[in-house]
């Protein structure tokens, strides 16, 4: 793609403003290019021609647009500089990381990774320590953790799988149930004794009020593997009931999720006052201290969407809004050439700390992820954006 886009710069640099607005002229040079890289290894030479087509018709796009209102030397000047603006993008996300992981910790890549897992998918010793850093981002950030843990290929996902360690995404089902457990919490609990403190009231609820509402739709998966989606959010199950467990009680509490009120017996109960994010955010901290154990359609996508992350918000930091060759960034095809790349760097110990070798090489599979890109940019917005700044950031220390 660089080589295209410089081999252009160059060509449009020496060519005559008179001679730049005519498309005839453009056409001829695009064929000239084209069979002087016939010699080219098939799939490359497809993908070349298509991605040098792609240029041209936008230039020639604008020319016939521009033609009649600005001078032929100002409709090149701004061609030109468009073509150095992509160039320079590109040049930063070729050398975005070091092949041979030496000195990794200075590379963009890494901080970029670093500044996004602090926010989307922290590490820490515990689940507490990650639960609170993911709560000291919600204002800005919640909409994006959420959906950092609900892969749009939920379909493909196994909720209880023989691997009892392996973590799937959250699914819209599962996803209903959190929210009705929520409901459930904070609306009219049953309270039993903590078995592990007899002075304590717990709040629980009774396992069929929580699969009623969904015993017409929900999946056997889900309905299976109940024990395990209340292990990922911080329950239990008690016999017939699904109650806190003891860490959850104390994480909670901490986080005034709890209140406590002493009876007149001097038990004291444990009122819930939960929020939409408390127990999503809860599913995400487990998937993060666990995150060797995450499913390959969570890994999949946890790594796109870092992928996504960092290379919207190189290009915000280098193209200008109104860059006439922007669609070709966001053009699938470009997309599928270089957001798995970033996805395989990004699962590397020293970035993300993932399974690598479950990111899916299939161009069907990448295209099932890929196609759900443009309606999630909405959410992310104001991450790409915080993107490009660290990226201008950075690059000032550099100088």
């Excluded at 806190?244 to 002493?262: A, G, N």
């Amino acid at each position: 793609m660089r080589p295209i886009l410089r081999e252009t710069r160059r060509i449009m640099i020496d060519l005559d403003p008179d001679l730049f607005i005519s498309t005839e002229i453009l056409d001829g040079i695009r064929q000239e290019e084209e069979k002087r890289n016939l010699r080219k290894v098939r799939a490359l030479s497809e993908f070349s021609a298509m991605y040098r087509s792609n240029i041209y018709e936008i230039m020639k796009d604008f020319i016939l647009q521009f033609s009649g209102t600005l001078k032929p030397i100002v409709i090149k000047d701004y061609i030109i500089d468009h073509l150095y603006e992509s160039i320079e993008a590109l040049t930063v996300l070729l050398h975005i990381s070091n092949p041979e992981q030496q000195k990794f910790d200075k590379t963009l890549l890494y901080r970029l990774v670093k500044y996004l897992e602090e926010i989307l998918f922290p590490r820490g010793a515990s689940i507490d320590s990650i639960y609170t850093q993911l709560l000291s981002k919600i204002d800005r950030y919640y909409e994006c953790q959420r959906h950092l843990v609900q892969p749009h290929t939920y379909f493909r996902e196994k909720q209880e799988d023989p691997d009892a360690l392996l973590i799937p995404g959250m699914s819209p089902m599962v996803y209903k149930i959190i929210n009705n457990i929520t409901s459930l919490y904070n609306l009219n609990p049953n309270y039993i004794n903590f078995p592990e403190n007899l002075n304590h009231d717990i709040p629980v609820l009774i396992k069929k009020e929580i699969f009623d509402p969904y015993i017409h739709r929900i999946a056997n998966t889900e309905h299976d593997a109940i024990e395990s989606i209340a292990e990922r959010i911080g329950l239990c199950i008690e016999k017939i009931f699904l109650a806190p467990q003891e860490s959850t009680i104390k994480l909670f509490l901490t986080h005034d999720f709890f209140r406590t009120v002493t009876q007149k017996n001097g038990n004291i109960k444990f009122i819930p006052q939960f929020s939409n994010e408390t127990l999503v955010l809860y599913y995400s901290a487990f998937a993060s201290k666990r995150r060797g154990f995450l499913s390959k359609e969570l890994v999949n996508w946890i790594a796109m969407n870092f992928a996504l992350l960092i290379y919207m918000g190189v290009l915000n930091w280098k193209l200008d809004d109104e860059n006439i060759f922007y669609p070709i960034f966001k053009d699938l095809q470009t997309n599928e050439k270089i957001l798995p790349y970033l996805m395989k760097l990004i699962c590397f110990p020293n970035y993300l700390g993932m399974d690598k070798m479950k990111i899916k090489d299939s161009v069907q599979h990448r295209k099932e992820i890929f196609n759900f890109l443009g309606s999630q940019i909405d959410n992310l917005k104001d991450l790409i954006e915080d993107v490009a700044k660290l990226c201008n950031s950075i690059s000032k220390e550099k100088k």
